[in-house]
């Protein structure tokens, strides 16, 4: 199972619509589509959990595409390690 981090959705942009838009390219197993509480608008990322060979021909697919009328960043999700360095 990989996650794919998504970047600079439209903020009209539902999570149907999102599913529909990756469903293309295999299953979604699971989505995060981050809403504001006071506009009930998208905060322009989502997370979407997919199988690995899905994952990868979504990002290929679907990296630089327009959706709703903007160019979306569709990256493998890293997993935040322990920062090096910092405060001493």
């Given at each position: 199972?990989?996650?794919?981090?998504?970047?600079?959705?439209?903020?009209e942009?539902?999570?149907?619509?999102l599913?529909?838009?990756?469903?293309r390219?295999?299953?979604?197993?699971?989505?995060?589509?981050?809403?504001?509480?006071?506009?009930?608008r998208?905060?322009?990322v989502?997370m979407?959990?997919?199988?690995?060979h899905?994952?990868?021909?979504?990002?290929a697919?679907?990296?630089?595409?327009?959706?709703?009328?903007?160019?979306?960043?569709?990256?493998?999700?890293r997993?935040?390690?322990?920062?090096?360095?910092?405060r001493?």
């Amino acid at each position: 199972m990989k996650t794919l981090f998504v970047r600079n959705i439209h903020p009209e942009t539902r999570e149907k619509d999102l599913r529909e838009l990756f469903s293309r390219h295999g299953t979604v197993r699971g989505m995060k589509l981050p809403m504001d509480i006071f506009t009930r608008r998208c905060r322009g990322v989502a997370m979407i959990d997919m199988e690995g060979h899905e994952a990868r021909a979504a990002q290929a697919g679907l990296d630089g595409a327009v959706f709703n009328g903007q160019a979306i960043q569709v990256r493998e999700e890293r997993p935040r390690g322990k920062k090096r360095g910092g405060r001493r």
